[in-house]
């Protein structure tokens, strides 16, 4: 398969029109002034001989700082993002308090040619969203998971 490949879960709560995501915000400078199309669900890439599950439950515990939650994971299927990413997700029904995520950080070179190494959080914050409100915040290339997963919810 083309791009990278990445796995996450997408954790929700509730039914029918009161379903809820779990959203994170990504963090570093380039995410740090926008917010519509600029929350995602957690995850990312694959190792090598890792299984997108086992990818999606390692990159939730690196993201947010706790470990994937216990409950029944049902595949949502793949997306390819914009830039190629090639995204496999699972749905879990849990909650969580998005102020008990402690994030991962990443480092890169800041200012940009700078020479300088700086450390930013994998995630900058972490919020349960409507349906309606993560079809905005959410990357455009994810969005069909929400629809997957009203399915699922709804069925």
Do not use: I
Request: proline letters at 8%.
């Amino acid at each position: 398969m083309a791009g990278k490949q990445s796995a996450g879960l997408l954790l929700y709560r509730g039914r029918g029109e009161n379903v809820e995501v779990l959203l994170g915000h990504m963090g570093g400078p380039f995410w740090a002034k926008k917010d519509a199309g600029a929350w995602s669900l957690p995850k990312g890439e694959l190792d090598p001989d890792e299984s997108p599950e086992e990818a999606a439950r390692r990159e939730f515990e690196e993201e947010l700082g706790l470990p994937a939650p216990e409950g029944e994971y049902t595949g949502l299927g793949v997306v390819k993002q914009s830039g190629g990413k090639v995204v496999t997700a699972w749905a879990v029904e849990a909650d969580l308090d998005p102020a008990s995520v402690v994030p991962g950080t990443f480092s890169m070179e800041w200012p940009p040619r700078s020479g300088r190494q700086q450390e930013f959080p994998e995630v900058d914050r972490v919020a349960w969203f409507s349906l309606a409100d993560a079809r905005e915040k959410l990357v455009k290339g994810q969005v069909p998971f929400l629809d997957r997963l009203l399915a699922l919810v709804s069925g």
